[in-house]
T-cell receptor, first 114, second 110 residues
């Protein structure tokens, strides 16, 4: 069983569309995250949720809205997609919010906006 | 200048060689992570350090808090070690807010 699973793995869409990426973890973790990896492979945190509560929102445009229906799921909705949103998006989870918590990553979703 | 700098950016080695990847950071941290990203894209956490040294198989990670520096060593390198190695640092109450280095692309030839 995959510990952190995200779908879809690839997402190709037109500018202006609305799309969602789903993430689920079966590790019993309290904290989930979304990270963005740009074309230069730089990773940057977007959101952090702890027990369904938003903890971090890192100056992400409000076209991006995370939704956490329960602590095992953190989905990412993106409205009015723009070319610059093309990137790889990684979901991750950890047991807690401390700096020394090990992160478990999903396999990534490669989003291409045409 | 990034808060987390890795060197080298690209590293090519022959199978069996000892490899060192360096990470320097300019901010106060409470933990440093080493991550591995395989060509398929998946990211795996290798180590988490707040002091000293950790070893797992052929991988060794060290950190010097005073010098704000960490190293990842791979002994007896193998082609399957080919990947991008990423250093990331976490502040005090980080809530997973890691600051990442740009990654080191390692290629090990047979």
């Amino acid at each position: 069983d995959t510990a952190v699973s995200q779908t879809p793995k690839y997402l190709v869409t037109q500018m202006g569309n609305d799309k969602s990426i789903k993430c689920e973890q079966n590790l019993g973790h309290d904290t989930m995250y979304w990270y963005k990896q740009d074309s230069k492979k730089f990773l940057k945190i977007m959101f952090s949720y702890n027990n369904k509560e938003l903890i971090i929102n890192e100056t992400v445009p409000n076209r991006f809205s995370p939704k956490s229906p329960d602590k095992a799921h953190l989905n990412l909705h993106i409205n009015s997609l723009e070319l610059g949103d093309s990137a790889v998006y990684f979901c991750a989870s950890s047991g807690g919010t401390g700096a020394n918590e090990k992160l478990f990553f999903g396999s990534g979703t490669q989003l291409s906006v045409l | 200048k990034n808060e987390v700098e890795q060197s080298p950016q690209n590293l090519t080695a022959q199978e069996g060689e000892f490899i060192t990847i360096n990470c320097s950071y300019s901010v106060g941290i409470s933990a440093l992570h080493w991550l591995q990203q395989h060509p398929g894209g998946g990211i795996v956490s290798l180590f988490m350090l707040s002091s000293g040294k950790k070893k797992h198989g052929r991988l060794i990670a060290t950190i010097n808090i005073q010098e704000k520096h960490s190293s990842l060593h791979i002994t007896a390198s193998h082609p399957r070690d080919s990947a991008v190695y990423i250093c990331a640092v976490a502040g005090g109450t980080s809530y997973g807010k890691l600051t990442f280095g740009q990654g080191t692309i390692l290629t090990v030839h047979p």
